[in-house]
């Protein structure tokens, strides 16, 4: 089914880069996600009002919302993918981002209301008369909340997209608020105490853990959080897999939205080669990675020594007493300057996030170090902060 819609709605779906295609993977799942909803909301209306049962009534405007939600979703889509423009050189892909809380925040007042209803319903019990419809109707839901959630995260899987994450971790959640009003109605009948209103408790709680957990990724996506393990080592391996490439460092990753992907690198190459033939790697590392990754990458060159053996010998004795004084930071652009009385030996330091030493205090106990190996040696140290987990990955 999967396959079959995908190829029968979506037009070279597997060209997941370009804007169009995202724009029809996600009016794919706003059509199947509406029209599965607005029938499960029929069909709920129909036995809540039957069965006079809070708990299901609850759960069937949960549907609607989150038929509402398709709605959004297919919006969001349409003005994410729209052009760069003037006023927003960097695309409107964030929109999602937008939309994901819009989503996040209706599933929360809907399960507010559900649970003052629930209260109100322990408080003053109802009479409720359960028969095979609502068994029926209750099973069948579970199964095509099952089949959406599914869905959805594959689709999700595909384009990398935050609000069709949100809408499977939505379906998943609605899959056990139902089956929750499924056992209270098989189970209230055999204890002879009216659990719905508990029940309906229960469903604005799992409503509620949704809700929360979708508004707080979103949120952290928009205030801007560090790229994922496999975004840094992707794009590490795909510049150090060309010949001419030392080494990495200092990778910044901005994400603009989905398919918005902008970095900047340090790439190191030999000193000794011929800057014009290491200029025009760059530019080819740069031109290929953004057609094979999407990915919009600014290399900056850092040239370094890598055949004096003097230098080889004092970088190797710094990284060793940087190391030292932590295991968690690393070294980089190191050169050595020589004078007459003394001997720089300049380099950056990167440092973890949150790291609790001040630039100051590290700065210090790095210099009493490299002066112990030499009275000559003074150490020229910048401090870097570290906006990948690139380090931590390459120990």
Request: with cysteine; glycine share 6%.
């Amino acid at each position: 089914m999967y396959e079959f819609l995908l190829k029968r709605f979506v037009k070279n779906y597997k060209d997941v880069h370009r804007p169009k295609v995202r724009e029809d993977y996600g009016r794919l799942s706003s059509i199947v996600g509406a029209a599965s909803n607005v029938l499960l909301a029929a069909l709920k209306f129909a036995v809540g009002f039957a069965t006079r049962s809070v708990a299901i009534m609850g759960d069937a405007v949960n549907n609607l919302s989150d038929a509402g939600s398709s709605l959004i979703t297919v919006i969001s889509f349409k003005l994410a993918g729209k052009p760069a423009d003037e006023e927003h050189p960097f695309g409107h892909a964030r929109i999602e981002y937008i939309a994901s809380s819009l989503v996040a925040v209706l599933i929360l007042v809907i399960a507010v209301e559900l649970f003052m209803e629930s209260v109100s319903r322990i408080i003053n019990p109802v009479e409720m008369h359960f028969g095979l419809a609502a068994y029926v109707v209750l099973t069948f839901s579970i199964l095509v909340k099952l089949w959406l959630s599914t869905f959805n995260r594959r689709l999700a899987g595909k384009i990398g997209s935050p609000i069709l994450e949100a809408t499977a971790a939505d379906s998943l959640s609605d899959v056990l608020a139902t089956s929750a009003i499924l056992a209270s109605n098989i189970i209230s009948p055999l204890v002879g105490i009216s659990l719905d209103g508990y029940m309906g408790v229960g469903v604005s709680v799992f409503i509620t853990i949704s809700g929360v957990s979708i508004l707080k990724e979103t949120l952290n996506r928009i205030v801007g959080q560090k790229p994922s393990d496999e975004m840094v080592e992707k794009i590490d391996s795909y510049i150090k897999k060309h010949e001419g490439i030392i080494d990495t460092h200092d990778l910044v990753v901005h994400e603009y939205g989905p398919g918005r992907c902008f970095a900047t690198v340090h790439a190191e190459v030999n000193a000794n080669g011929d800057f014009l033939e290491s200029h025009d790697l760059i530019d080819n590392i740069e031109r290929n990675i953004s057609v094979d990754l999407g990915i919009h990458l600014v290399i900056h060159i850092d040239p370094v020594i890598t055949d004096d053996p003097y230098v080889n010998e004092l970088k190797e004795k710094t990284e060793r007493v940087v190391v030292s004084i932590d295991p968690e930071l690393s070294m980089h652009d190191f050169r050595v300057v020589k004078g007459k009385t003394h001997c720089n030996l300049v380099f950056d330091v990167t440092v973890p996030a949150g790291y609790k030493k001040s630039d100051k205090q590290l700065i210090r106990e790095i210099s009493e170090k490299i002066s112990e190996l030499d009275k000559s040696f003074y150490a020229v140290v910048t401090v870097d902060r570290a906006y990948t987990s690139l380090t931590n990955l390459l120990k």
